[in-house]
T-cell receptor, first 114, second 113 residues
Framework: DQQVKQNSPSLSVQEGRISILNCDYT??????FLWYKKYPAEGPTFLIS?????DKNEDGRFTVFLNKSAKHLSLHIVPSQPGDSAVYFC?????????????FGKGTKLSVIP | DSGVTQTPKHLITATGQRVTLRCSPR?????VYWYQQSLDQGLQFLIQ???????AKGNILERFSAQQFPDLHSELNLSSLELGDSALYFC????????????FGDGTRLSIL
């Protein structure tokens, strides 16, 4: 039972264009969402997050959108740069459980082509 | 550099053996989380400790155990190893259970031969 799904295993985008990474979740109790970026041989690095009380959060080139009714969030990267090439993981947290563990999707590998 | 240190980076061992993975959280972080990432999978939550006490358990096998010591470092013990235990094991830390984000170490790659 995969509660967080990233249905696109990979995505290729031209440098300078917008990258849109998608994530769907099934548990409506999730109340905090995060995006992590991962390079090979490194651990996941926190990128941006959003609380369920918001529908948008922006940090520089990165924007996360949350659509609670559709149980869907997306990460927009504008403009995309070659250094953004990495695997991006969507994660969700359920604060009511008391542990704040993260439930991860399987990741989307982004390739930004110069 | 996330400030979370995991050792060793790589471990190669045989079926039936026992190994210990170590994690030092970021300075000031009291909560430690362990995750397993198998091939082509997302990270799966194993167990969480907060200030020395177990806080939550995920899909952790009975052959696996963990503890957090008074200096806040944590160890994950894996015993009676099977081929399917080959994976990346990540440790993450945060100041407290309710504080996000969690910051991750670079992981330990465990290979069972």
């Amino acid at each position: 039972d995969q509660q967080v799904k990233q249905n696109s295993p990979s995505l290729s985008v031209q440098e300078g264009r917008i990258s849109i990474l998608n994530c769907d979740y099934t548990n409506s109790m999730f109340d905090y969402f995060l995006w992590y970026k991962k390079y090979p041989a490194e651990g996941p690095t926190f990128l941006i997050s959003i609380s369920s009380i918001k529908d948008k959060n922006e940090d520089g080139r990165f924007t996360v959108f949350l659509n609670k009714s559709a149980k869907h969030l997306s990460l927009h990267i504008v403009p995309s740069q070659p250094g953004d090439s990495a695997v991006y993981f969507c994660a969700a947290s359920l604060s009511g459980a008391g542990s704040y563990q993260l439930t991860f999707g399987k990741g989307t590998k982004l390739s930004v082509i110069p | 550099d996330s400030g979370v240190t995991q050792t060793p980076k790589h471990l190669i061992t045989a079926t039936g053996q026992r190994v210990t993975l170590r994690c030092s959280p970021r300075s000031g972080d009291l909560s430690v989380y362990w995750y397993q990432q198998s091939l082509d999978q997302g990270l799966q939550f194993l167990i969480q400790y907060y200030n020395g006490e177990e806080r939550a358990k995920g899909n952790i096998l009975e052959r696996f155990s963990a503890q957090q010591f008074p200096d806040l470092h944590s160890e994950l013990n894996l015993s009676s190893l099977e081929l399917g235990d080959s994976a990346l094991y990540f440790c993450a830390s945060s100041p407290a259970p309710g504080v996000q984000p969690q910051h991750f170490g670079d992981g330990t790659r465990l290979s069972i031969l």
